[in-house]
């Protein structure tokens, strides 16, 4: 041993008082910055970073309207007449939330789609306590990512880290608006990646972590070390909703996708190729040799689909997509949702005969063939057209329902996320094949109703209160 004895213990005892941090963030590279900051009296601290990452999170106040419950007289449209009240009674409620600023020169924010859900009016407030109105650049419900932007100098913003490199184990902030108290810093590890299941967008894979995220963190920042956005804060898993050491972010490559569709278009355009995917099971990775159950099996391709004509089958496994490794079907359907229509992707598959590389384009998706077009009363600005039967997307659907056709802007229709080419087959879990059926079941429907739809390749449900 070249190194005596008492070296050893003396280098031992330093390791002792040096917080694990610190050692850890040397071993891990990518979470840790290059040189670990310390203060005048050499102690570890991350007041640095947090200094230069805080201006770029911001506040969120949002001013909606609910309905007022009110005396079940006052319902019957002959007593409203006659005493002349208005149609629909609605208070005024606040809540709050937060975002992170990825644009100063544009004044780009990003937050959540429900933070800002039905809002009538939207309010920035900067770490410097300035406050600007926002204006609505668009939202994605699928994966509850929505864009504002707000006019104001001297912003400060966060970079796009690479959430595609994180590992497990790796050190995180979630920077936020808890409760509505102000901006708050906590801290802690990635717990786990690509989760999905959490709700039934299905546009999902979320980055796990320990780091304190309670009610109003949502729209927040989860960064790394070196002060790069890697998530947006999206959700938690707790009694009441509080923090339990689950939480959930938006990952940024997944965000940052989202908010160039949405600067692009005011919106997500997905597209379809037509095929069906679910989790790899064991018996599968066995027959095959896989490696691992990382990957997604294909359990359908509809005929004359992109997929279809691009060469992939049923019983294909999905391992790559574009070169970089697929975790679950989950994150290959997060993945393909993104992908702009008229774009082709490269899939590496693994099938009895050997792996292969198919490239596939993505197309728009499937229309009605014919028929006309109709709005719906209950659902201001929606206009839809009725699958007619022995259609191919009657076929596809194995029977009817409504495509959107136009969605008006600024209408509630537009707010509650529904876009030209969803197909509604569903309310309340109810198979609906008319118009006619549509209307009925949000007629019933008193305290609200859940829309299921079809969106390119996956199912999304949007709910309305």
Same mark, same amino acid.
């Given at each position: 041993m070249n190194v005596s004895m008492p070296m050893f213990f003396k280098d031992f005892l330093n390791m002792l008082r040096t917080p694990m941090l610190l050692l850890l963030g040397a071993l891990l590279p990518l979470a840790a910055p290059a040189q670990p900051a310390t203060d005048a009296r050499g102690l570890p601290t991350l007041a640095p970073l *947090?200094?230069?990452v805080t201006p770029a999170v911001v506040n969120i106040s949002v001013v909606t309207r609910a309905p007022v419950e009110d005396n079940p007289l006052f319902r019957d449209p002959f007593f409203r007449r006659f005493f002349n009240l208005p149609d629909k009674q609605q208070r005024q409620e606040q809540s709050a939330g937060s975002g992170v600023i990825v644009d100063a020169a544009r004044g780009y924010v990003l937050t959540n789609n429900h933070v800002i859900k039905d809002a009538e009016q939207v309010i920035v407030t900067l770490k410097d306590r300035r406050q600007f109105p926002a204006k609505l650049v668009g939202t994605d419900p699928g994966t509850d990512i929505a864009v504002l932007q707000i006019n104001a100098p001297n912003l400060a913003s966060l970079r796009f880290g690479d959430?595609?490199?994180l590992q497990v184990g790796d050190y995180v902030l979630a920077i936020g608006n808890p409760f509505g108290i102000g901006q708050t810093v906590t801290s802690g590890i990635v717990s786990a990646l690509g989760r999905s299941g959490l709700s039934v967008e299905g546009y999902e894979d979320f980055i796990q972590t320990d780091a304190s995220i309670n009610p109003g963190n949502s729209g927040g920042a989860l960064v790394n070390l070196r002060g790069e956005l890697i998530g947006i804060n999206t959700a938690i /898993? $707790? &009694?009441a909703g509080g923090n339990v050491g689950i939480g959930f972010a938006v990952p940024s490559m997944m965000a940052r996708a989202v908010m160039e569709q949405i600067v692009r278009h005011g919106e997500v355009r997905r597209g379809r190729l037509g095929l069906e995917m679910a989790d790899v099971p064991a018996d599968v990775q066995r027959k095959l @040799? +896989? &490696?691992? +159950?990382?990957?997604? /099996?294909?359990?359908? *391709?509809?005929? $004359?689909s992109p997929a279809d004509r691009a060469g992939l089958r049923e019983g294909d496994v999905v391992t790559t997509l574009n070169g970089r490794p697929i975790r679950s079907s989950a994150e290959l359907r997060a993945r393909l949702g993104l992908t &702009? *229509? $008229?774009?082709e992707v490269e899939f590496g598959i693994v099938r009895e005969s050997g792996a292969q590389r198919i490239r596939a @384009? /993505?197309?728009a998706p499937q229309a009605s063939d014919s028929g006309d077009t109709q709005t719906v009363a209950q659902l201001p600005g929606l206009k839809v057209v009725e699958i007619e039967r022995g259609s191919p997307l009657f076929q596809r659907l194995r029977g009817g329902g409504l495509v959107v056709?136009? *969605?008006d802007a600024d209408s509630r229709a537009l707010q509650a996320g529904f876009r030209p080419g969803d197909i509604i087959y569903a309310v309340n879990r109810r198979r609906i094949q008319t118009l006619a059926e549509f209307q009925k079941l949000l007629r019933a429907a008193e305290r609200g109703y859940a829309v299921s739809l079809l969106r390119g390749d996956f199912s999304l449900t949007i709910i309305i209160r």
């Open positions: *947090v200094n230069q959430s595609d490199n /898993i $707790g &009694p @040799r +896989l &490696p691992s +159950l990382d990957g997604a /099996i294909i359990n359908n *391709v509809q005929s $004359g &702009p *229509v $008229g774009e @384009r /993505i197309a056709a136009a *969605v």
